[in-house]
């Protein structure tokens, strides 16, 4: 099925779900296996190019950028797509919004071996969110540099302790860079393969193990809003809606305490 079939698809599918949740939006991060080589990342960037330039900004408007996945500790690094990846950011104009044409949005640092630099490669290209980011506690000046260009780490605490990254949570290196002001949010990696829905979990396990306050987890949520791959007018709206929603939901737990 050509790529933008696809993404006619997924449109029908938000528009339905829009009609249930209005508030409800959806971003595509496309993304490419780097186990299979140079021949599919050009083909993934050339479906962002695609995508984008589509005359139906209702399609074009859903493709956010680039990412590329696979164990790290075992296959290529991103640096060995950075051609790519570098020529890309200038000849595919995904958003007029951005200095780079495609933004990236990076799976990088889960492992363990200081030698994979797919964080270091991340930050050189201008990746604006980094997943996982588990890696990061190794290298305090890559935490300074996500600090000043306030890059978001997507972590994920159920997936990095399922997958023995971390044994206790309690001992997860995000709890100290939170404390060092680097910028997360919370994720749920693959829910679906470890057998639970949505992200609640994720945020019941962090707010035990890293001894959150209530105001962290509002923190946590409000960075869902901020580094959305959405335009600050669609921000602003969302959180007007979580003002609400946070407020009816502090309401009831003060209700049930009384």
Known sequence: MPFIEELKIIREIVDELQKVTPHFDFRLVITGLKIVGHKHIKKMIAHINEGASSEDKRLAEMIAGFDMVNEEDFTPEISEFAEEIATAQKTVMVTEME???MPTFFHAGETHDRAVKNLHDSVMLRSK???HGFQLQCFPYLQDICKKR?????????SNMVL???KD????PMKAML??????SISSDDPGLFGYQGVTLDYLYAFGAWELSIRDLKKFSLNGIKYACINEEKKQELYKVFDITWSEWIKDINSENL
């Not at 404390?179 to 997360?184: K, M």
């Open 169 to 172: 949570l309690r001992t997860h």
């Open 179 to 184: 404390a060092r002001g680097v910028q997360a």
């Open 150 to 158: 306030d890059i978001c780490i997507e972590v994920c605490p159920l």
């Open 99 to 101: 200095p780079f044409g």
């Open 129 to 131: 969110r980094i997943g």
């Open 164 to 166: 023995g990254y971390t």
